[in-house]
């Protein structure tokens, strides 16, 4: 076992008592049963299958992440170079819920929420009965058990309630700054009933800190004709470590759009679990990257067609400069009986460099015959045609290039259901070109 | 959707159809003692009569597999093989060397007759030469004359370590070594008989070469070694067909295929496999573990892969290219098929090293009864291997809603000049489609056939023409009653 597993299984004999839902038995016993298999598994590496491109106990090796502390003095925002990430979602009318290295500070968030929508600690969710069955997600052992890590470990967050028809007036903003250097577990609770509607952003940031390693794990249970929206912004310092996980529970007819851009953090894997339970539901899991230098960007997407006549549909657009990694492991699965299903896979990438890399397995697994199911994935670099083209009318050949980069991008950015946000998004990969530029010039 | 239940019950019915090849020959035989050991290693290569070193690689072999562990990562499911309790060599009993067709054990050609490869209409009639494997030792192979005015040599595994060492010394292992899989190290160790070809440079072999591979001993896995190489410059079509009879015991079958392709040589590689796929309940048939590779060693240099799998309980095979020459090309056309319990899970690998290099794959999956059918396959780039094309096209039928299909590509690439594509689909037979003949008086199951056939059609045209025939056949007794 390496120090950072073992470091983890300390930290949980430790602070047990102290971590939120102490009191409750089922979450005691949750939290012991999920660090056992933790502590079976130990860190995913790359023999096994499901974390075949990503060690992410190497890149952890033998670091000892205690727990970040929780500051409680003012947090200064990054500096000029990210101001775009700072800025995303900032014009938009919005409640904002600021985390700091993890833990929720209540005095800098401000929310009045409408009627029917309640918004609450992590501790406090965990005591109310709607949260417990997403806490025990069945998808946890699935890719290498690090849901456990942070089921054992999971110290803050949010809950999220909208009861029955009930909007979400403006989007819900969660911003996680990381200011100091340590371990972060974040659990974020969501629950839609019934024809309940909300729109969700996520950015996260450094503020301060440098090397933090993220676990962060959204789970989300949408009601029947529920609908969440959710953008997520990952900008994170160039030597964290970042881990995300999005479970999705669908009942019928609801409908989920995810949308995810990866930029920063040396090594990053957002997973994501999208199972359907109920017949007619929809779900968007899309996803774009933008990475330079050495870093490394993993997209995990298991959508489980449980039931028939369901939708999915997947979009994962990367771009890689320098010696980074982009991996892209997708997997549709179709279960006997879920009929008229469609299920449709798309990565691309483009490679800009001579030392980029990118691993792609998008896969299917299909135990149904009426079923309309693809999948596609292409690896390349830009077209020297379009180049060319561009280049012929005037256009100088780093324009060019941003310009065709942009398009590429923008395929999957035009996922996303909300407009001020897609804006934001390209406003996102402008500054990446901007920053890259400097970087290199 | 009555069509559909139709074709479904009539899908259903071909497990009521016996297996066509079904039958056995009785003929006395002279087999190994049961069980895996040094000495079973030591017995085969005696009744070889190989040299020591032959001997040696088959112990080193051995003893790598002793410490090795089967692999579990397939999407297939079988009771555990006991290997002790299966037999590693039996040859048919011939009393003396032959000199034509005539001395040949006349049961021998009985089944071969029964099997539709008529050697002596062959000869006359078809002009391939056909190096014919009853269970384990070729026993007859015509046309050398021929072939050997042409300076190519086509000889069984065992001759060409005898009369040919210093080539089967030099590319024996050299493109699957012995170390590689659990199931080509076991083959390394044990393996009976095969085919040995080496085209030499600038010829173009006069003949599609041909081996009919055939199972007959109870209890008998067999382990076929086959060794092709086109020296520069050359060309050579080599099919490769399987038929075995109906047992209760599952066999193990763990063929090796190396093939060498020197600079602008080519070499199209055609396999229809149909070895006993086990009753309608899933009782019995032939465990194919086959490792295939080839590699494009020269510039310029193409191997192309076709096959046809329809036969086989557990499929496991993944015919794969190194594309190590610059310009040099690989291809892989599939069609596999499984009914009833067959599992299969198979596919390819392209490995992209030289500049320049291209790859295609085309996989035809089709999956009725309760069957399982897996395509997994890799394509990877080097970091020096500028301007790679690769295409790769899978798609999958499903008849029937108990069966599975399955898509599990790996695509990685360390250069930005490669351009990478890859799709996939998994649907049914078209209602519309289906609708559509039928409208115009095209009975149901001839409408099927038609549209299964056109879902193939890409593969089927890779075919050499002396195969097509039969593979089509064959497509007609996989999925009997609804098509053709």
Redesign the interface.
């Known amino acids: 076992m390496t120090d950072a597993a073992r470091n983890f299984i300390e930290t949980y004999e430790r602070e047990r008592a102290a971590l939120p839902g102490a009191g409750l038995a089922w979450l005691g016993a949750r939290r012991a049963e999920a660090l056992k298999a933790f502590a079976e598994a130990g860190l995913p590496h790359r023999r096994l ?1 499901d974390w075949r491109y990503t060690d992410l106990s190497r890149a952890l090796g033998g670091a000892t992440l205690s727990p970040a502390p929780l500051p409680d003095g003012a947090v200064v925002l990054p500096d000029a170079a990210k101001r775009a990430s700072v800025a995303a979602f900032h014009d938009i009318d919005r409640h904002v819920i600021v985390f700091v290295n993890g833990r929720l500070r209540s005095d800098l968030s401000g929310t009045k929420l409408p009627a029917g929508v309640t918004l609450m600690s992590l501790g406090n969710a965990l005591n109310s009965t709607w949260a417990r069955p997403l806490v025990e997600t069945k998808v946890e052992a699935q890719a290498g058990n690090v849901i456990a890590l942070n089921t054992a470990l999971m110290r803050d967050g949010i809950g999220l309630h909208i009861a029955r028809g009930a909007k979400l007036d403006t989007p819900l903003h969660l911003l996680f700054l990381a200011n100091d250097d340590g371990a972060s577990h974040v659990r974020n609770l969501v629950r839609l009933e019934e024809g309940a509607e909300a729109t969700i952003f996520e950015t996260h940031l450094d503020a301060g800190a440098r090397n933090y390693f993220v676990d962060h794990v959204t789970d989300v249970s949408l009601g029947k004709g529920a609908a969440l929206t959710h953008v997520k912004i990952q900008d994170e310092a160039a030597d964290a470590i970042h881990l995300a996980s999005l479970t999705a529970e669908l009942a019928a007819s609801s409908k989920l759009s995810s949308f995810s851009l990866t930029l920063g953090a040396k090594l990053s894997r957002s997973q994501s679990f999208v199972t359907f339970r109920g017949e007619g539901a929809e779900a968007h899991v899309n996803g774009a990257t933008a990475l330079s230098g050495t870093q490394h960007g993993d997209h995990f997407c298991i959508v489980d067609h449980a039931v028939p006549n369901c939708s999915s549909r997947t979009l994962f657009k990367t771009v890689l400069d320098n010696a980074s990694t982009g991996v892209f492991q997708g997997k549709v699965i179709v279960r ?2 879920a ?1 008229k299903t469609d299920g449709r896979q798309m990565t691309n ?1 483009l ?4 030392d ?26 830009l077209n020297r045609e379009a180049i060319f083209y561009l280049r012929s009318r005037g256009i100088d050949e780093p324009t060019a290039r941003q310009l065709l980069i942009s398009a590429f991008l923008d395929d999957a950015f035009e996922t996303v259901p909300h407009e001020a946000a897609r804006d934001d998004l390209r406003k996102l990969a402008a500054s990446w070109f901007e920053r890259h530029r400097e970087k290199t010039a | 959707m009555a069509a559909v239940r139709e074709t479904v019950e009539t899908v259903d019915q071909v497990a009521s159809d016996k297996y066509k090849y079904g039958f056995s020959t009785d003929i006395e035989s002279e087999r190994a003692p049961i069980g895996l050991s040094e000495d079973t290693i030591r017995f085969i290569s005696a009744k070889k009569e190989e040299p020591d070193w032959m001997l040696e690689w088959r112990l080193e072999a051995y003893r790598r597999w002793l410490t090795m562990e089967e692999p579990t ?1 397939a999407k297939v499911s079988y009771p555990p093989i006991d290997f002790q309790n299966a037999y590693y060599y039996s040859a048919p009993k011939q009393s003396a060397k032959l000199n034509s067709l005539d001395e040949v054990d006349p049961k021998l050609l009985e089944t071969y007759k029964k099997l539709g490869i008529p050697l002596v209409e062959q000869q006359l009639l078809a002009g391939v030469a056909v190096d014919a494997v009853f269970d384990s030792v070729s026993v007859v192979t015509t046309f050398k004359t021929k072939l050997a005015e042409a300076g190519v040599i086509f000889c069984p595994f065992s001759e060409a370590v005898r009369e040919h060492p210093e080539l089967v010394k030099k590319y024996l292992g050299s493109v699957v070594p012995t170390s590689d899989n659990y199931y080509a190290t076991l083959n390394s160790a044990v393996f009976s008989d095969g085919s040995f070809v080496y085209i030499p440079p600038g010829v173009r072999c006069p003949m599609e070469l041909s081996t009919y591979f055939r199972i007959n001993e109870k209890q008998t896995g067999q382990f076929e070694r086959t060794l092709i190489i086109a020296d520069k410059g050359s060309y050579v079509s080599y099919l490769e067909g399987c038929t075995a009879p109906q047992r209760d015991e599952n066999q193990l079958h763990a063929a090796v295929v190396e093939l060498v392709a020197m600079d602008d040589a080519e070499i199209k590689y055609s396999t229809v496999q149909n070895w006993f796929p086990g009753d309608e309940n899933g009782k019995g048939g032939i465990y194919n573990f086959v490792t295939k590779r080839g590699d494009c060693r020269g510039a310029r240099s193409k191997i192309s892969w076709t096959q046809v799998e329809t036969g086989s309980a557990v499929t496991w095979k993944y015919p794969s290219c190194i594309l190590r020459g610059d310009d040099s090309r690989g291809e892989f056309y599939s069609i596999a098929i499984s009914n009833n319990y067959q599992q299969v899970d198979s596919g390819t690998k392209m490995i992209h090293l030289g500049r320049n290099t291209s790859s295609r794959i085309i996989s035809k999956g089709i999956a009725a009864g309760r069957s399982s059918n897996t395509y997994r396959g890799l394509v990877s780039v080097h ?1 020096k291997a500028e301007n790679v094309r690769n295409f790769t096209q899978c798609d ?1 039928l ?31 037979i078209s209602e519309e489609q289906l609708f559509y003949c039928r409208q115009r008086g095209v009975p149901e199951e001839e409408a099927v056939a038609l549209i299964v056939n056109g879902f193939c059609r890409d593969v089927l045209q890779q075919l050499p023409m002396e195969f097509a025939v039969e593979a089509q056949k064959l497509v007609g007794i996989s999925l009997e009653g609804s098509v053709g």
Not at chain 1, 351 to 354: E, F, K, P, T
Not at chain 2, 406 to 426: C, G, Q, R
């Open positions: 299958e006997p009986d009929q990438a490679l800009l460099s001579r980029a890399a990118m691993n792609a397995k998008p896969e299917l697994e299909i135990y149904a015959d009426d079923v309309q199911c693809a999948h596609g994935s292409t690896i390349g670099e | 990562w970091k999958s499903l008849i029937g809603p108990r069966c599975s299909a399955h898509t599990v590509p790996y695509i990685e690439s360390k250069n930005p000049t490669a351009i990478l594509e890859h799709e996939a689909t998994t649907s049914k």
